[in-house]
């Protein structure tokens, strides 16, 4: 028994850090994210989605994203629900924390600035 629960509590903390790590826009969207900035205030994020590209499912805090180019996406929540968006360059848009993954769904790249602010 006692063994048992050592293995359980081993299993689990090396799954734990992949979890929360697998939900990381940086990591999740690979080579598509650059992190540009990122200190104990804030952290900014480059993304350029080619057209059909994802970021993968991931979360943020409060964050702003400032638009780079026009762009259509479908963003997929993660209860499952989906919306899609049609953006202009230059359109800044407010989010709360949320889980969601974005597909391009435009022919041309999507580009944005995605800034996290983080927990003072």
């Given at each position: 028994?006692?063994?048992?629960?050592?293995?359980?509590?081993?299993?689990?903390?090396?799954?734990?850090?992949?979890?929360?790590?697998?939900?990381?826009?940086?990591?999740?969207?690979?080579?598509?994210?650059?992190?540009?900035?990122?200190?104990?205030?804030?952290?900014?994020?480059?993304?350029?989605?080619?057209?059909?590209?994802?970021?993968?499912?991931?979360?943020?805090?409060?964050?702003?994203?400032?638009?780079?180019?026009?762009?259509?996406?479908?963003?997929?929540?993660?209860?499952?629900?989906?919306?899609?968006?049609h953006t202009?360059?230059?359109?800044?848009?407010?989010?709360?924390?949320?889980?969601?993954?974005?597909?391009?769904?435009?022919?041309?790249?999507?580009?944005?600035?995605?800034?996290?602010?983080?927990?003072?």
């Amino acid at each position: 028994m006692k063994r048992s629960i050592t293995s359980a509590l081993c299993l689990l903390a090396v799954a734990v850090p992949f979890s929360v790590a697998s939900q990381d826009l940086a990591m999740t969207a690979g080579k598509n994210a650059r992190v540009l900035l990122d200190n104990d205030k804030v952290r900014v994020i480059e993304l350029m989605i080619p057209p059909g590209g994802k970021t993968g499912m991931h979360s943020h805090g409060d964050n702003v994203v400032y638009f780079l180019a026009d762009g259509d996406s479908s963003q997929t929540m993660a209860d499952g629900t989906t919306k899609t968006r049609h953006t202009k360059a230059g359109d800044t848009l407010w989010s709360g924390p949320v889980t969601h993954d974005t597909t391009n769904t435009g022919k041309t790249p999507a580009k944005a600035l995605i800034i996290e602010l983080k927990a003072k």
